[in-house]
Every structure is written in structure tokens, then in C-alpha cells.
Nanobody, 112 residues
């Protein structure tokens, strides 16, 4: 049972990236899935969360509202985080989470 986060990389300010959280051993549609991030020297913080496929709206932390979009493709057992208008302060390792299960993290670096 694992979550695999991918899609990170180096991008310039204003650029975009799409992170993916692929699951094996669990069915993501049964879980609310969260994205968290941890910047160097800082604590891990929530970024976004998508509920189970029940029509409830997703959650976005204030710093990413209007720039990030979370979505899920239950057929692919994958959750995505589309990140637009990236800023240097978005630089962090991004993790996906399902209850107590964490992915390994993917590094996003935004250059100024």
C-alpha cells in the first residue's frame, strides 16, 4: 500500500506544474486526499484537500487560493494538484496524504 507523488521540478516564477499522487493497494475514491508541503526550515503545512467523491467542495489554503486546483481521476486512482502562477514561496517538498498514509514527496523549486 503506497502513495507515489510525482511531477515536481524547477520552474520560473509565474510558471506551472502539475503534481500527481498515484495510489497502489488502496482505492483513492474512498478517501479524502490532501496535499501538504514543507519548505526548508519550516513545518509541514496543508495546501489543499479533496473530499471523497460526494460533491463536497475542496479546501485550499489561503496562500494558494485562485492559483492551485486539486482534482481526482478515480478511474486512474490518481489525484492531481495543478499549480499555476507559481511564486518562490511555493518552493517546498510536496506530499500527498490519505489518512495516515503519506507519499514520499516531490520537490518543487520556483526560481525568482
Amino acid at each position: 500500500v503506497q502513495l507515489q507523488a510525482s511531477g515536481g521540478g524547477l520552474v520560473q516564477t509565474g510558471g506551472s506544474l502539475r503534481l500527481s499522487c498515484a495510489a497502489s493497494g488502496i482505492t483513492l475514491e474512498n478517501y479524502a486526499i490532501g496535499w501538504f508541503r514543507q519548505a526548508p526550515g519550516k513545518e509541514r503545512e496543508p495546501v489543499s484537500c479533496i473530499p471523497r467523491s460526494d460533491g463536497s467542495p475542496p479546501y485550499y489554503a489561503d496562500p494558494v487560493k485562485g492559483r492551485f486546483t486539486i482534482s481526482r481521476d478515480d478511474a486512474k486512482n490518481t489525484v492531481y494538484l495543478q499549480m499555476n502562477s507559481l511564486k518562490p514561496e511555493d518552493t517546498a517538498v510536496y506530499y500527498c496524504n490519505a489518512r495516515t498514509l503519506w507519499g514520499q514527496g516531490t520537490l518543487v523549486t520556483v526560481s525568482s
